[in-house]
């Protein structure tokens, strides 16, 4: 269960230009469980902080084992987390997020050597003033090298 859960965190640093290598794979090639839904949903409040933290996500992943030793992985999830603090003001974050990745071999979520990872993904955080910012993550990784992409952040006053 743990490294069901830990998957999607680990496949979280990369994901898009991977499509082709993904639909053209061997014969052969084995996906472990086919594609897993987990949902989630949690409150946990922070006394010291007075604020109390809500968090609801949806993850679909698929991983993939080929006979060469690599394993290939797809995830897409949406989220919201809305934190509200003490005097009842709130902010909110919604987002959605596509990964995919490649690597030279997995041992377990924590041991691995990644050969490509990309992520495309975004998300906004409505403030408690009414501000929205959108946080818009293209990129790609080879071999622990950022080759393209990062984030952008584009924040509108409100209306």
């Known amino acids: 269960m743990f ?3 830990m998957r999607p965190v680990v496949l979280g640093i990369g994901g898009a230009s991977l499509l ?3 639909a053209a794979l061997p014969a052969n090639a084995a996906a472990t469980q086919g594609v897993e839904t987990i949902e989630s949903s949690w409150c946990i409040p922070i006394e010291e902080f ?3 933290v809500c968090s609801t996500a949806t993850e679909r992943y698929l991983e ?3 006979p060469t ?3 290939l992985f797809r995830s897409t999830g949406t989220s919201t987390m809305t934190t509200t603090y003490d005097d009842g003001t709130e902010e909110t974050s919604v987002g959605s997020h596509r990964v995919q990745s490649v690597f030279s071999f997995w ?3 924590l041991i691995y050597d990644a050969t490509m990872v990309s992520i495309d ?3 906004t955080r409505t ?3 009414g501000t929205s910012c959108t946080f818009v993550d293209d990129s790609i990784a080879v071999r622990d090298r950022l080759v393209r992409g990062g984030t952008t952040v584009t924040c509108t006053p409100p209306k």
């Open 3 to 5: 490294g069901k859960i």
């Open 20 to 22: 082709a290598p993904v």
């Open 64 to 66: 993939v084992h080929t």
């Open 50 to 52: 007075g604020i109390t």
């Open 69 to 71: 030793g690599r394993a």
């Open 121 to 123: 993904g975004s998300s």
């Open 127 to 129: 403030l408690p003033d």
């Open 107 to 109: 041992l377990d979520p």
